[in-house]
């Protein structure tokens, strides 16, 4: 191949999004396609990877290409939604729908089970994460033990990203990152596959063979070609889950260094010299070799403030339809005019359970402190604040952990709501770095692209990474938002056992 455009493409949650590059970063091109994710049973996320991850890279990908010469383009990258399970057959066709990461809690029976069986503590010493929602181990089992039929014909387990790289190279590969979360089939310290704890989950010829992220996997088959538009031959990165991805776009390349992508989850990643394994936490690879770190995430983030949207932002979203202002940027404009503190209202954002550093699936949302002069306003303003509470409780974890991070870079689609992010800072006390761009892990899997072909250069990374401003915490509300704070740390002990019973009883009515 002679070109020099890369091409990258992510699956989101709720969208997928793609990007054609110059070798210097500039976009050339950008395509969107927005999509439901399933939710056929409580605590059940699924996505049909036909439809949804390969459907639409092919539609993207179309599209990028449309009006060009197929041969400029010198490399393909991919990232998704992950870790993700799905099983296919010896002729790589899924046998069922994706399930999800960690928002697809269906699997806590078996996570009961390998830990009775095996031992937590042994698990965690080789993997360096708990068994929770976001381990892709006991969600195997679980095919194992309720869908036998489908798990007899599995010839392979994919996760998203690596699904696509299968049907444009046929190659059964997967990066270290998403490997990681293959708990407890996966070694952190020797970043390789582990059979240890392997026989009642499932045997290692079964899962894909690992690579990094910025490797080439394989070329684009004379198949892929027909379908995608691209040219045979094209070199393919490993891929990798989003957030690493989008990670690597705006510069989180040294210890010190996190990430706090405001997507449909709060995603944090923090690079850290070598691994630091907590419980509370997860500790991965990273989508380049020889680091490590430390990555959590708050489950509902943009995915709350979708889910305000759709209820109570009708107003908003017929305005927008007339013309007027963004919906969200209308939302924006309801909370700046409420105070910190959202005058006493307070928000457990756990709509959909939680993850680190509770990892407690079972856990609901709450609004506490509502009274008869509480708005819209303050409901938004609250589901603004409570992610910025979410992540200074993750924050204290690093720090009992050593691993405070040293820098901040906000990144995805809810690092456009200034708002937001100002109100996370005056939470966290934290400054945050605001990139030039923040297209979002498809420019990340664009200069991966780059680097695994040659293409890009590690010393022109700057070209790609410029910072448009650094959001400064404001002192003024901190003794508001400490108050605040506290009683958020609180306020979920006191609830916890009643939202558990409320999900158990959502559970049976659901199954009955």
């Not at 990258?77 to 399970?85: E, F, K, L, R």
């Not at 309720?146 to 990066?175: C, K, N, Q, W």
């Not at 997860?282 to 489950?299: D, F, K, N, Q, V």
């Not at 949302?365 to 509480?374: C, D, K, N, P, S």
Request: with cysteine; net charge negative; aromatic share 8%.
């Amino acid at each position: 191949m002679t070109g020099s455009l890369l091409l990258g493409v992510d699956i989101g949650t709720q969208s997928s999004k793609g990007v054609l590059c110059t070798p210097d970063g500039e976009i050339l091109a950008t395509e969107i396609i927005e999509h439901q994710t399933s939710f056929p049973r409580p605590g059940w996320a699924e996505h049909d990877a036909d439809q949804i991850w390969w459907g639409e890279f092919v539609q993207i990908t179309r599209r990028l290409l449309a009006g060009r010469d197929a041969e400029e383009v010198g490399g393909v990258a991919v990232s998704a939604i992950g870790p993700c399970m799905l099983p296919v057959d010896a002729e790589n066709r899924p046998l069922r729908p994706g399930v999800l990461y960690g928002i697809d809690s269906r699997a806590q029976a078996e996570i009961a089970w390998l830990e009775d069986h095996f031992g937590a503590d042994e698990m965690f010493a080789l993997n360096g994460m708990a068994l929770t929602s976001q381990a892709i181990g006991p969600k195997i089992r679980w095919l194992r033990e309720h869908e036998p039929e489908i798990f007899a014909r599995t010839a392979m387990i994919h996760s998203a990203s690596d699904y696509m790289v299968l049907r444009l190279t046929g190659e059964h590969v997967m990066d270290r990152h998403t490997a990681s979360y293959f708990v407890p089939l996966f070694d952190v310290r020797t970043l390789a596959w582990d059979d240890r704890f392997s026989e009642p989950i499932i045997a290692l010829d079964r899962l894909p063979r690992l690579l990094d992220a910025n490797e080439i996997a394989g070329v684009v088959t004379p198949e892929a070609s027909a379908q995608t538009g691209l040219a045979v031959g094209t070199p393919v990165t490993t891929g990798t889950i989003d957030a690493a991805a989008e990670a690597t776009s705006v510069g989180v390349l040294d210890p010190g260094d996190m990430m706090v992508m405001y997507g449909s989850t709060l995603f944090l990643i923090n690079l850290v010299e070598a691994p630091h394994p907590d419980r509370r936490m997860w500790t991965a690879a990273y989508s380049l070799p020889e680091r490590h770190a430390i990555t959590g995430s708050i489950t509902s983030s943009g995915l709350l403030t979708a889910w305000f949207r759709d209820q109570f932002g009708q107003p908003e979203r017929e305005s927008a339809a007339r013309g007027g202002a963004h919906v969200y940027a209308q939302l924006a404009d309801l909370a700046r005019d409420i105070p910190p503190g959202a005058d006493g209202l307070l928000c457990l954002p756990y709509f959909a359970g939680e993850r680190t550093p509770l990892n407690d699936p079972d856990a609901r949302g709450v609004f506490a402190g509502l009274t008869l002069r509480h708005t819209r306003g303050h409901l938004y303003r609250a589901i603004l604040e409570a992610i910025g509470y979410g992540l200074r409780t993750n924050l204290d974890v690093m720090a009992e952990m050593q691993a405070m991070p040293t820098r901040l870079v906000a990144v995805g689609g809810g690092a456009q709501n200034e708002l937001w992010l100002q109100i996370v800072s005056d939470i966290t006390g934290l400054p945050q770095v605001l990139p030039e761009r923040t297209v979002g892990a498809s420019y990340g899997d664009a200069l991966l692209a780059g680097l695994a072909t040659g293409i890009v250069a590690q010393d022109t990374i700057p070209n790609w990474v410029r910072t448009k401003r650094v959001i400064e915490p404001n002192p003024a509300p901190k003794a508001t938002y400490d108050a605040t704070y506290a009683i958020y740390r609180e306020l979920y002990g006191h609830v916890k056992d009643d939202l558990h019973a409320l999900g158990r009883l959502d559970t049976a009515i659901a199954g009955a």
